[in-house]
């Protein structure tokens, strides 16, 4: 006890000095936004831009120095084709300043077998303050697709981006192509802004989801084209705070909240914006997907606002039986909760009769399903609804008229 009250009278004048050195330490270091910003350049560090030379290591040391710099620093990627096995550019960094600007395109290897299992192909993982503009990443996935098309057994697959971790994250024009599996994943992350952002797959590419979130918060994506063989954009538990603006999705199964409810614990998702989109050809417009079985998993504080549907399958879809081949959901009651949910500005073609389903849990029915100016017709004639276990309310032009 004494010892301790000996440290404290110590620890008062220690605790000045700290101060005034912290003080001086940061009136003297050059602050980030006007220091210049050292460059590491891949090709100085040996990379090829032959499209088949591993460059892999070129990479990881121009990170290594960038994270590893005291101040502002980058990585550049001038242009060609470079081939990257695989690339990991952790942190924690010594600055939160850190620019990766690419030129060029990187190559994924086109062996399935050497990424496969790997699961991710360029990561970023536990970095603040990291900013990828520009670039190509060309997952090479159409070995893989076809190989998991013709249902043999193959490797899971590599997804080309994956942010986990992280905070403060800006990726502006980045191009992402063939990805063998999702291509680009955010995941336990907080401030990330996806802008001009562009994701193509052949349409019939299995998994090839265009952006997934998870367990993240304050996720931007702006002015973005994705079209694949999957959801455009996944949204899964545990994400807040999520703003999708002016993105064109097609082909693709469009953008999708779910699926939720795998597990019985399991992180809801609540404040998603889906504003100013156009679907085309998707097999969903805007979809919330949830598993009919036990969960403690909900979404809300839902807004779809201004969206186009050309000729989609399902633009306007609630499903909350989500069961693969019929197994491990007793009951088949989802005991996900979906409320306030909002459809504004909604206008455009369906492919098939029913262009509005809410299809909801027997046990938890959806609440403040709320549906304002929508307007889908079917073969030039007004759509179909079809309502079941959701509640809400309808208001100015809804065509099909509301079942709720
Ligand atoms: C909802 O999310 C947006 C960002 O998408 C944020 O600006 C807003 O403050 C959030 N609202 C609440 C109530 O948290």
Same mark, same amino acid.
């Given at each position: ?20 050195? %912290? ?6 270091? @050059? ?38 710099? $005291? ?19 952790? #942190? ?6 850190? $620019? ?31 900013? *990828? %503009? ?19 057994? +193959? ?17 502006? #024009?980045?191009?992402? /192509?063939?990805?063998?599996?999702? &291509?680009?994943?955010?995941?336990? +992350? ?9 994701? !193509? ?19 931007? %994506? ?21 703003? %999708? ?12 909240? #779910? ?22 050809? $998707? ?8 598993? #009919?079985? @036990? ?10 606002? &201004?969206?186009? *549907? ?50 909801? !849990? ?8 709320? *549906?304002?100016?929508?307007?889908? $017709? ?18 100015? /032009?809804?065509?099909?008229?509301? +079942?709720?």
């Amino acid at each position: 006890m004494a010892e301790l009250v000996i440290n404290t009278c110590l620890n008062y004048h220690a605790l000045v000095v700290l101060a005034l050195s %912290i003080f001086i330490l940061l009136s003297e270091s @050059p602050s980030p936004a006007n220091a210049a910003s050292v460059q590491y350049n891949v090709v100085s560090l040996g990379a090829k831009a032959d499209g088949k030379t591993d460059s892999s290591k070129a990479f990881q040391s121009a990170w290594a120095s960038a994270c590893g710099s $005291t101040r502002a620093a980058s990585v550049y990627v001038p242009q060609g084709r470079f081939l990257v096995k695989s690339a990991s550019f952790n #942190g924690p960094c010594k600055n939160s300043a850190i $620019t990766v600007r690419i030129d060029g395109t990187l190559v994924a290897p086109s062996n399935y077998n050497v990424n496969g299992n790997a699961r991710r192909w360029i990561v970023f993982r536990h970095v603040t303050g990291v900013s *990828m %503009i520009g670039g190509t990443l060309d997952g090479q996935g159409t070995g893989l697709w076809a190989c998991k098309l013709s249902h043999k057994s +193959c490797p899971i697959g590599a997804t080309n981006l994956l942010i986990s971790n992280s905070q403060n994250i800006l990726v502006r #024009g980045l191009r992402s /192509l063939n990805s063998q599996m999702f &291509h680009i994943v955010i995941n336990g +992350c907080q401030n990330v802004k996806m802008q001009g952002v562009k994701v !193509s797959a052949s349409g019939t590419s299995p998994n090839t989801d265009g952006i997934h979130v998870g367990a993240s918060t304050g996720v931007t %994506i702006l002015n973005s084209k994705i079209g694949t063989g999957d959801d455009c954009v996944s949204i899964g538990p545990g994400s807040n705070n999520l703003w %999708i603006e002016n993105v064109a999705c097609g082909p693709g199964h469009g953008i999708s909240i #779910g699926s939720l409810g795998k597990t019985q614990q399991e992180d809801g998702v609540q404040n998603v914006t889906v504003k100013t989109v156009t679907f085309t050809g $998707t097999q969903n417009g805007v979809r919330i997907k949830s598993w #009919g079985r @036990p969960s403690n998993g909900f979404a809300r504080n839902i807004l779809f606002q &201004h969206a186009i *549907m050309n000729n989609v399958q399902n633009p306007i879809i609630i499903d909350q039986n989500y069961c693969p081949h019929n197994s491990g959901c007793p009951g088949q009651a989802s005991g996900v909760r979906v409320s306030d949910v909002t459809y504004q500005d909604i206008h455009g073609t369906s492919a098939t009769s029913v262009a509005v389903k809410f299809d909801c !849990s027997s046990k938890y029915p959806c609440t403040g399903i709320r *549906m304002q100016d929508v307007k889908l $017709t079917y073969r030039n004639k007004v759509a179909t609804a079809s309502c079941a276990h959701a509640d809400g309310t309808a208001s100015g /032009l809804v065509q099909p008229s509301s +079942c709720l």
